[in-house]
């Protein structure tokens, strides 16, 4: 049955391949962004203007809504608790993809607060998304070489495809209240493979040139589209990793889905023009 459908950050990686997906599932799609005017969604979706940092910009989005999807893009979790009590407040649904990049809120706590926000709700944790690799993008366009730091640190990159994949299937579904859903790519990779696999499907021989952290950090100052209070958080992140066990891929979302997550061979064939 159609269902109504809140995208919150819908212009996001995730959040608009979500609007697509539901869309061509036959859901009617409300989408939020802080710029309206300039978003580009697709004609038939009713966009609507959302500031995460001030959820009362929800209220007035959640009107004859069944299920919304959110994400927390902000640096301090300290609204996602009222965010999530006014989307109880109207919704019968919440589908929220957690993330350890919030420094005052561990992705525990995030599950916590969700999970007992009073509506049926399930979490969604991503492994890293394959769409970081794009950092790499100049790199590539310009050598052969990309230079960064922790070339042997593996994980498993997920397509944002089937983070959507799942987020509309608990969305729209019923049987997922309560869940938490582990999702990865399935295989592990180091950076520097990672980088080899780009270079073989762009048809080119691309290498990994090791920085310590130090130049890690001088290379990302310099670099302007990336953003400066982010680089120790994710420096940091990167130095925890390697000290972890190796990462596990989990089969949920073939589980899930009935098809396998995708590689991220296939990942770079998506997105072959971001590369050039
Ligand atoms: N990259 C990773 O490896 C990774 C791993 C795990 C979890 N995550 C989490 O995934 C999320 C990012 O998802 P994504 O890649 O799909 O997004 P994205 O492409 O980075 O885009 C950010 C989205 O958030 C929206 N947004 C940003 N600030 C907002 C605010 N103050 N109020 C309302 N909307 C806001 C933006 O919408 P407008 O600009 O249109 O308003 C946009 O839709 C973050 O929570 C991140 O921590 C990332």
Redesign the pocket.
Known sequence: MSKNILV????????SQLVHQLQAAGHSVRA????PAT?ELPADVQVVR????RPETLIDCLDDIDAAFL????HTGAQLPKALGIIAGCARRVVF??????PDLSFEEQENLVHGCGIESVVIR????A??TLWWADQIRTGDIVHGSHGELPMSLIH?ADMAAVAALALTENGHAGATYTVTGPEVLTRAEQVRIIGEVLGRQLRWAELTREHAEQRLLADESFPDSFIDVLLDGYDTMMAAPRPQTTSTVADLTGRPAHSLAEWVSDHRADFR
């Not at 939020?32 to 710029?35: A, K």
């Not at 991503?126 to 998304?129: L, N």
């Open positions: 919150l950050a819908a212009t996001g990686n995730v959040g939020g962004t802080r710029n978003a959302t500031e995460l940092s994400l927390w893009p902000l993809l957690g993330t350890d990049g919030i991503p492994s890293t998304f769409v970081n944002e």
